[in-house]
């Protein structure tokens, strides 16, 4: 009870000091917790909505995927016969069925040519109106489709692109481009979390997405009262037999679950590893201000030992505070992450995910683990300085504020980050000269956990040499105020290197990614500069094919010299040695494409593979197979006939554009597989005549603006700059969730200088005694700031090119073999640093000006 008396009193004694460190443990409970609860409310979102719009049992044809998803090869979806609808009917158990059509394989635009997809990535989804619809969606203005000319849109959809009745809008298919008006708009009974719908009525949708009447994607079966859904679905399936894909709502919604899980998982652990460095850095913070707390009551804990205390009660009493400082931050922290949630769910609605506080789930779990981990963390950094409190002994009453540092524990120190420091180099360059990426992804990970480890325990001895060096540079030139501050960040060296290394962090993670993003921007458009030999390259964006109608356009577009096709096929693909392997891609494009990409060969001429009954291999599918040139392979084609193709060329697997691809000729592909059946081009390379480049790119995006809004033609500079910007968006979502970090480390530069400032009390009153000015005073607090965050930026950004650097050597492995340092982003970064700094004393620096001389020195 009196180790628990003291603790609470020494807490709120000191509750103002304590206030950052609960602020940096508030920050990482609440970001995962906000992590939790985002993704559980977007789960259940998902479930209610997959769950509402499901039939009791739903018939599929037996290709079409588990999720309802419609692209296809042929870029028309599976189809079943309308006679199965009646077979459906007779089915013991079957209230209704209802044959339904609809597909994603859709373009829809408006009146100006503008897309109507979702900017979200949600599917955009075209259908015909139906009773299973009618149950989920109320028609809220307008009527439902009923003749050719009407299509009726969701409410989301229609407020986002000021779609009102009468509003014309295209939809763009592979049978071809439908005009219709808008008839009504339709709401959604429960949240809609972004997908695109329009509905046309059954005639129009068959001709519209399939190109004839008398089919259907799906049939909705109700059971009757008293059957369940699995009974239902045994009964269906007796009378229809085993030629069609029969599946329950649990199983529709469960499979269309899965495919959604799979990615929030991965946002939600990647999410989570970000508020795990964030936790790693306050850890520092927290253990900065224990240690700065057990010095400045070095005496009070000395008197307390001569009074009776046991090394263990002080200890105790330590932990005691390190446990309240938890609970309050991770209390806080719970219920800031419910904000932080409802702030992702706004932040989603304004990039078209819509998500609402009605679906808010917060499991039982996530304060829990909140509480748990922030208790601990908090706990676990307060250990050695209470270790260190409990080793005050009572002599130490006698002497002045600040216990003697232990000069053993320090050269012990030292030596173990000297030694984890070389371990960690040493694991980097074993990843660096490995000759197989997996292997040295491996050794990669344990150099950076070694290295970082390292520094941080090599903090102090690295702040001793890098601190004068930045004070030569820097602080010299403001004078005895520089070099004073020089002197106050060399006096602790521990506190210094752990402040310093809570920056490094983050920063290091910055650099890392800025070096690797950088690497592969460069050896992608190096790759391009030396495979690519055509013009333009003209694709959809999105999961659409290009239509043959399409192809006939760009053909006729004058200035090109040549069209190449380009399209993806299927294959059971049987090797020489024996093995069959299902479901292979192969690619199908004409002769030209071996001038259009420049592949290297290690053996044959890759524009063999494209004479009759001829492919190519790559070459690690080469030696993992025993295939040589002249080798036969058994290929039989999805939807087509077998062959026995012969390989005419072995690809060099270095190459990063196509990589691993295997080749044969669109006359080969055609000869086994029926024109009706034939996969549609994924992309159409374009090469201009000698001198007509401008004038035929023009002319090409001219020609597909119109009619196939969805076909982007890019030429090489496109492509680059389209490249850039993805691997930037990448990155910049990566350092705004590495900003949470930065912001508790530079909490943790807020902390040590605040927490110094009230250790040099006296000091500082005595400065201002002998002349030292107030703006002086902040100017000096400023620069030992500043020289703190660039001691850190400087520690960070030399680590993080090093793993960066070691990354890309394992990245040459797959191809990408050009290293690019970005050095104005890594120059920007430690400039920025210093701002940091200059930010991070702002309030420590203003109250020290404001300290009344006389009581200052007067200050125990």
Not at 369 to 388: C, F, S
Not at 574 to 584: N, V, W
Not at 783 to 804: Q, T
Request: with cysteine; proline share 3%; aromatic share 6%.
């Amino acid at each position: 009870m009196t180790v628990l008396k003291t603790s609470m009193r020494n807490f709120f004694a000191h509750k103002g000091r304590m206030a950052l460190s609960a602020v940096a443990v508030l920050l990482s409970v609440a970001f995962v917790c906000g992590t939790l609860v985002f993704t559980d409310t977007m789960n259940t979102t998902f479930d209610k909505l997959f769950q509402a719009t499901s039939a009791d049992v739903t018939v599929t044809a037996k290709g079409s995927s588990d999720t309802g998803q419609t692209t296809s090869r042929t870029g028309k979806p599976p189809v079943l016969p309308a006679s199965v609808v009646g077979e459906v009917r007779g089915a013991e158990g079957v209230r209704k069925a209802e044959g339904t059509v609809f597909s994603t394989s859709v373009t829809v635009v408006d009146a100006q040519k503008d897309k109507l997809s979702p900017s979200s990535g949600a599917p955009t989804i075209v259908g015909s109106w139906n009773g299973n619809d009618a149950r989920t969606m109320k028609i809220t203005s307008g009527t439902a489709p009923k003749g050719p000319d009407q299509v009726m849109v969701d409410k989301d959809t229609a407020d986002k692109h000021h779609l009102k009745i009468g509003s014309g809008i295209d939809m763009i298919s592979v049978v071809g481009t439908h005009h219709a008006r808008v008839s009504g708009i339709a709401a959604f009974k429960v949240t809609n979390p972004g997908a695109a719908i329009f509905y046309l009525d059954t005639k129009t949708a068959q001709q519209t997405l399939v190109g004839r009447t008398g089919v259907y994607t799906n049939i909705n079966v109700t059971a009757a009262q008293g059957v369940t859904n699995d009974q239902l679905k045994k009964n269906v399936t007796a009378t229809l037999g085993q030629g069609y894909k029969v599946q329950t709502a649990k199983e529709v919604a469960d499979a269309n679950q899965k495919s959604v899980k799979s990615f929030l998982n991965v946002m939600k652990y990647a999410m989570l590893g970000f508020a795990g460095i964030a936790f790693l850095v306050g850890i520092f913070l927290i253990i900065n201000t224990f240690s700065m707390l057990v010095a400045q009551r070095t005496r009070e804990i000395g008197l307390m030992r001569a009074i009776g205390s046991s090394r263990k009660q002080v200890n105790r009493s330590v932990l005691v505070e390190a446990l309240l400082l938890g609970v309050i931050g991770s209390v806080l922290g719970v219920g800031a992450g419910v904000g932080i949630a409802v702030g992702l769910m706004k932040l989603m609605g304004q990039m078209g995910m819509h998500l609402s506080t009605d679906d808010l789930t917060i499991a039982w779990t996530t304060p829990t683990v909140g509480v748990v981990l922030g208790v601990v963390v908090t706990v676990l950094a307060a250990y050695l300085p209470a270790r260190r409190a409990g080793k005050v002994s009572p002599m130490a009453a006698l002497r002045d504020v600040g216990a003697p540092a232990d000069a053993k524990a320090g050269v012990v120190r030292a030596v173990i980050g000297l030694l984890l420091t070389g371990a960690g180099g040493l694991s980097l360059y074993v990843a660096a000269t490995a000759d197989k990426a997996k292997a040295g992804s491996g050794w990669l990970g344990l150099g950076v956990v070694a290295t970082l480890i390292g520094f941080v325990v090599i903090g102090p001895l690295l702040a001793g040499g890098l601190v004068r060096i930045l004070g030569a540079l820097i602080l010299r030139i403001f004078g005895p105020v520089g070099r004073m501050a020089e002197r106050n960040a060399l006096r602790n060296p521990r506190r210094t290197g752990a402040t310093g290394a809570a920056l490094m962090i983050g920063l290091a993670l910055v650099a890392c990614l800025s070096v690797v993003g950088s690497s592969m921007v460069a050896s992608a458009t190096d790759q391009l500069d030396k495979t690519v030999g055509t013009d333009f390259i003209v694709q959809p964006d999105n999961q659409q094919l290009i239509t043959p109608q399409a192809v006939k356009l760009i053909k006729g577009t004058p200035g090109l010299a040549r069209v190449t096709e380009y399209r993806p096929a299927q294959a059971d693909l049987t090797t020489p040695d024996g093995r069959t392997l299902k479901d292979t891609d192969i690619t199908a494009a004409d002769p030209t494409y071996a001038t259009d990409l420049r592949k290297k060969t290690v053996a044959g001429n890759l524009k063999d593979a494209y004479l009759p009954d001829s492919m190519s291999v790559p070459e690690k599918f080469a030696k993992a197979h025993g295939i040589h040139l002249g080798s036969t392979n058994t290929v039989a084609f999805k939807d087509g006939s077998t062959a026995r193709l012969t390989v005419r060329a072995i690809t060099s697997s270095d190459d990063v554009i196509d990589q691993g691809a295997k080749y044969t000729s669109l006359a080969t592909l055609a000869k086994y597989v029926p024109a009706g059946r034939m996969p549609l081009d994924q992309m159409v390379f374009a090469t201009a005549k000698d001198g007509q480049q401008a004038a035929a790119y023009k002319a090409l995006k001219s020609a597909l603006h119109d009619g196939y809004p969805q076909l982007t033609v890019r030429d090489q500079t496109d492509y680059k700059k389209a490249l850039k910007d993805q691997i930037g968006q990448l990155l910049n979502m990566i350092y705004g969730l590495l900003a949470l970090a930065i912001i508790v480390a530079v909490l943790g530069v807020v902390n040590t200088l605040a927490l110094s400032v009230v250790e040099r009390t006296r000091e500082i009153g005595l400065m201002r005694a002998i002349g030292l000015s107030r703006r002086q005073l902040r100017r000096m607090i400023r620069l030992e700031s500043v020289v703190i965050a660039l001691f850190g930026a400087l520690l960070g950004l030399g680590l993080g090119m090093g793993w960066g650097a070691t990354a890309q050597k394992l990245l040459a492995l797959q191809g990408l073999k050009v290293l690019d340092i970005p050095w104005p982003t890594i120059i920007t970064v430690f400039v920025a640093s210093a701002f940091v700094g200059l930010f991070a004393a702002l309030v420590p620096a203003f109250r020290a000006g404001r300290m009344n001389v006389l009581n200052a020195i007067a200050t125990d």
